[in-house]
């Protein structure tokens, strides 16, 4: 499909500024120098995949998204960054290793890797549209589903109290 | 919309993630690139469950999954982050090297 074909669609160019939005706030939050500026840099990238999310339909995912990423573990992050007192200021302590450049060939030959893999799997074939309510999600989260989602709450309840135990001050006995 | 151009762009994140993972010294900020991989793990998942037109939305619903469990491994996470700061002044992870000989 050529580009101009592609672009044509509205829907598409949608995409692409959601796209661009996503990679450049994903970009800054891999090379920021200021660990605040990173945490809230990922809210934009996290908002964009919710926008993707609404965009295939998928709209319960993308609300549940934006409560529990940028809602709640955001501002996790937050904390985290304010206990431990990351140098929030440029260039007090390195945030990065001095060399960069295995890591990038790593990252771009992971990428080559996939998007030849996926556009040899997938060239032109159209996205269906549609779609799916909450309340079907509901439906088949508590009926197909509901085994693996009582195990999710299980963790999140371990998840819960082992935050607990291991951020607490031990007692002096 | 065709469904290589979300495949292309979670790969794209999922890239960016893992420099992230592998560049950052600071454990918090590699906490951060995980959650930009899990992220792009999501936009397959749901991208995949759109095109297969799944009765059962699994694509969704493991999508969800997913936010849960990588929930959970930030509070995890970050209460070790927290406790190793307590410990050695420092959240550096090429500092910790308690475990190698």
Not at chain 1, 62 to 82: K, N, S
Not at chain 2, 13 to 20: A, K, T, W
């Amino acid at each position: 499909m050529e580009f101009t074909d592609w672009i044509a669609d509205a829907r598409n160019v949608v995409f692409l500024v959601i796209a661009v939005a996503m990679i450049g706030s994903a970009v800054m939050v891999v090379t920021s120098r200021n660990v605040i500026h990173a945490a809230l840099m990922l809210v934009v990238a996290l908002a964009g995949a919710a926008a993707l999310f609404l965009m295939l339909g998928a709209e319960f995912v993308a609300w549940t998204v934006v409560l529990v990423y940028i809602g709640a573990v955001i501002v996790l992050f937050l904390f985290g960054i304010m206990i431990t007192r990351a140098p929030t200021k440029t260039d007090s302590v390195r945030l990065d290793h001095k060399r960069r450049w295995p890591a990038a060939i790593v990252a771009l030959g992971t990428f080559a890797t996939m998007a030849t893999v996926t556009t040899m799997a997938f060239e032109d074939i159209p996205m269906p549209d549609g779609v799916s309510r909450t309340g079907d999600l509901g439906d088949v989260l508590f009926s197909r589903f509901v085994i693996p989602f009582e195990v999710v709450s299980f963790v999140l309840l371990a998840a819960l109290i082992g935050g607990i135990v291991l951020a607490r001050k031990d007692q002096e006995s | 919309m065709i469904v290589n151009q979300f495949l292309v762009l979670a790969a794209l994140l999922f890239s960016i993630g893992i420099y992230g993972v592998l560049v950052r010294r600071n454990a918090v900020l590699v906490l951060l690139s995980i959650e930009l991989m899990l992220t792009a793990v999501n936009i397959n998942l749901v991208a995949f469950g759109q095109y297969v037109q799944d009765a059962l939305l699994s694509g969704q619903v493991f999508a969800l999954f997913v936010i849960t469990v990588a929930a959970a491994e930030v509070g995890i996470g970050l209460a070790i982050v927290v406790l190793i700061f307590r410990n050695r002044s420092s959240a550096n992870v090429d500092e910790l090297d308690l475990l190698k000989w």
